[in-house]
């Protein structure tokens, strides 16, 4: 495997260990965190937003196998500018804040803070972010082959954003601190 392949697994495994981890953690020292996590999120919507959770994941593994299986870093090019680094910088770029959300939610909501309230805003919109330059760079990147892994890269991107940049980035902040 390509050293550039190698480094985009070992941050998605790294990073992804420490995401699944802070979820763990936080479920366990805090009880009541399922409750605790959906704030003011009306129970008419929970549901989709769960059914999407779900959705999300399974397409995270559609466009990670894309990326990692069929893209060749050294002929990959992104909007004729970016290179296969590109890929990786923006899956840290999701794993990072997304490893700081939950922590950060349960220390706003305990310590009743403003800053960490904004903290935790600013770690999703960071997701959200990245996952909406996650979404144009599988767009724009070439060579596309084979298409049909592509397309399903891209329509995995685009339910993860719908998860990332509006329902955690815009419906949860706007419910949690009504």
Request: glycine share 6%.
């Amino acid at each position: 495997m390509h050293p550039k392949k190698w480094l985009m697994l070992l941050i998605n495994i790294i990073g992804g260990a420490a995401v699944l981890g802070s979820y763990a953690l936080g479920i366990l020292t805090h009880p009541n965190a399922s409750q605790m996590l959906w704030g003011e999120v009306p129970e008419s919507v929970r549901p989709y937003y769960t059914a999407n959770m779900l959705l999300a994941a399974m397409a995270y593994f559609a466009f990670i196998y894309f990326i990692l299986f069929r893209l060749n870093p050294v002929k990959t090019r992104v909007a004729g500018r970016f290179g296969f680094g590109l890929f990786t910088a923006l899956f840290a770029g999701i794993l990072i804040p997304s490893a700081l959300w939950m922590p950060l939610t349960f220390l706003a909501v305990e310590r009743s803070s403003l800053a960490l309230v904004w903290a935790v805003r600013i770690v999703l919109w960071l997701v959200g972010l990245a996952s909406l330059a996650l979404f144009f760079a599988i767009l724009k990147v070439e060579p596309r082959q084979p298409l049909w892994a592509h397309r399903v890269a891209l329509v995995g991107s685009i339910a993860f954003c719908i998860q990332t940049a509006f329902l955690d980035a815009i419906v949860w902040i706007f419910f949690f601190w009504k």
